[in-house]
């Protein structure tokens, strides 16, 4: 045994401490989460990720960008995964699941305590939030003209409307499949056989679509502008947008609104495999979804989230948005997306 008594000595075991120590830090392990960027990066970089950080020992970084762009990095690297979850929207997570690029999460307390449509696929993925997608109109429009609220997805083919409709592309836009969906539907059309909502389209909708978006960034611009006097959109995006002084409202269509989840999984075959279920199940936690829906407005699937104030307003409102609202088939729509998609791009943005 080494004797501390001489200077020599005590300098040497100093020393190695310190290495020691330095090497825990450089143990520091980091896992990547694809996300959406934006506004809920910044809600879980800042708010969310910390005390899972703490715990474990750990930095989480996200790789943003949208589901179909987070979806095609995890299909590049399947064979050596570079992320260890993903957050995409629900239909394309249904797509992720069915590619084999999730793996089943384990077991834990946070599972049972979630909203039944939050379970996808005997949980190889599950909600993280769950909102719904109805319309938003720009209120300064809408009162320079002296129009009426809107309350029927049948609005958006009101003629007094003409060129004022912004509408997001179906093949790139979750907002735009719904809305599209919820209209096919009130033309008789169900969400495996879309004839009907297409055939009614050019007559209807059509003539009061400005421009056909790719995704939802310019929804903001558009609104300012005075460009975008209705659309698409959900409450947690428009209550966003309020924040920043755009001139927007959320209506919940009276024939309902569609359900609309974010979904996380766990990435297959990624190199931190036991950590990656931790974190899938800390987000789960009441604690990371009260996180999320305090400081952005996420609304959580567990159903144990308890919440006080202008956060538990917000939770009563969204959750009586989601009662009424309809889940639909992603089974039944993925199986078709492609060719509703191509149909699209050749009929009605051509």
Same mark, same amino acid.
């Given at each position: 045994?080494?004797?501390?008594?001489?200077?020599?000595?005590?300098?040497?075991?100093?020393?190695?401490?310190?290495?020691?120590?330095?090497?825990?830090?450089?143990?520091?392990?980091?896992?990547?989460?694809?996300?959406?960027?934006?506004?809920?990066?910044? #809600? %879980?970089?800042?708010?969310? $990720?910390?005390? @899972?950080? +703490?715990?474990?020992?750990?930095?989480? *970084?996200? &790789?943003?960008? !949208?589901?179909?762009?987070?979806?095609?990095?995890?299909?590049?690297?399947?064979?050596?995964?570079?992320?260890?979850?993903?957050?995409?929207?629900?239909?394309?997570?249904?797509?992720?699941?069915?590619?084999?690029?999730?793996?089943?999460?384990?077991?834990?307390?946070?599972?049972?305590?979630?909203?039944?449509?939050?379970?996808?696929?005997?949980?190889?993925?599950?909600?993280?939030?769950?909102?719904?997608?109805?319309?938003?109109?720009?209120?300064?429009?809408?009162?320079?003209?002296?129009?009426?609220?809107?309350?029927?997805?049948?609005?958006?083919?009101?003629?007094?409307?003409?060129?004022?409709?912004?509408?997001?592309?179906?093949?790139?836009? #979750? %907002?735009?499949?719904?809305? $599209?969906?919820? @209209?096919? +539907?009130?033309?008789?059309?169900?969400? *495996?056989? &879309?004839?009907? !909502?297409?055939?009614?389209?050019?007559?209807?909708?059509?003539?009061?679509?400005?421009?056909?978006?790719?995704?939802?960034?310019?929804?903001?611009?558009?609104?300012?502008?005075?460009?975008?006097?209705?659309?698409?959109?959900?409450?947690?995006?428009?209550?966003?947008?309020?924040?920043?002084?755009?001139?927007?409202?959320?209506?919940?269509?009276?024939?309902?609104?569609?359900?609309?989840?974010?979904?996380?999984?766990?990435?297959?075959?990624?190199?931190?495999?036991?950590?990656?279920?931790?974190?899938?199940?800390?987000?789960?936690?009441?604690?990371?979804?009260?996180?999320?829906?305090?400081?952005?407005?996420?609304?959580?699937?567990?159903?144990?989230?308890?919440?006080?104030?202008?956060?538990?307003?917000?939770?009563?409102?969204?959750?009586?948005?989601?009662?009424?609202?309809?889940?639909?088939?992603?089974?039944?729509?993925?199986?078709?997306?492609?060719?509703?998609?191509?149909?699209?791009?050749?009929?009605?943005?051509?």
């Amino acid at each position: 045994m080494m004797s501390l008594s001489r200077p020599g000595a005590l300098a040497a075991a100093l020393g190695m401490t310190l290495l020691a120590c330095g090497g825990a830090q450089a143990q520091t392990r980091t896992l990547y989460i694809g996300m959406n960027g934006g506004n809920m990066e910044k #809600t %879980f970089t800042q708010a969310v $990720f910390g005390p @899972f950080e +703490q715990k474990y020992n750990v930095k989480i *970084a996200v &790789v943003p960008g !949208g589901s179909a762009d987070i979806l095609a990095k995890a299909q590049a690297a399947k064979d050596k995964p570079q992320m260890h979850l993903m957050f995409l929207d629900d239909g394309v997570m249904y797509r992720a699941v069915g590619m084999g690029l999730c793996e089943k999460q384990k077991p834990n307390a946070n599972l049972a305590n979630l909203l039944p449509v939050a379970h996808i696929k005997d949980d190889m993925a599950t909600g993280v939030t769950i909102s719904v997608t109805g319309l938003a109109y720009n209120t300064k429009v809408y009162a320079e003209k002296g129009w009426a609220p809107p309350t029927s997805w049948l609005d958006l083919a009101d003629p007094k409307l003409k060129g004022r409709v912004v509408f997001q592309s179906l093949p790139s836009s #979750t %907002f735009g499949l719904h809305a $599209f969906l919820a @209209f096919n +539907q009130l033309k008789g059309g169900t969400d *495996a056989n &879309v004839d009907p !909502g297409f055939k009614a389209w050019p007559s209807t909708i059509g003539p009061n679509v400005l421009e056909y978006i790719s995704n939802s960034a310019k929804i903001s611009e558009m609104a300012q502008t005075g460009e975008a006097a209705l659309f698409p959109y959900t409450p947690t995006q428009s209550t966003i947008l309020k924040s920043k002084g755009v001139p927007v409202e959320y209506v919940q269509p009276k024939e309902g609104a569609i359900v609309l989840m974010v979904a996380q999984c766990v990435i297959a075959n990624n190199t931190e495999p036991q950590l990656a279920q931790e974190l899938a199940a800390y987000l789960l936690s009441p604690q990371a979804q009260a996180l999320a829906l305090e400081n952005g407005n996420y609304n959580p699937t567990n159903t144990k989230v308890q919440v006080s104030g202008p956060a538990a307003t917000e939770q009563a409102r969204m959750n009586g948005f989601v009662k009424a609202a309809r889940a639909v088939d992603w089974d039944e729509i993925n199986k078709n997306r492609a060719v509703w998609n191509t149909r699209w791009s050749r009929t009605i943005e051509r």
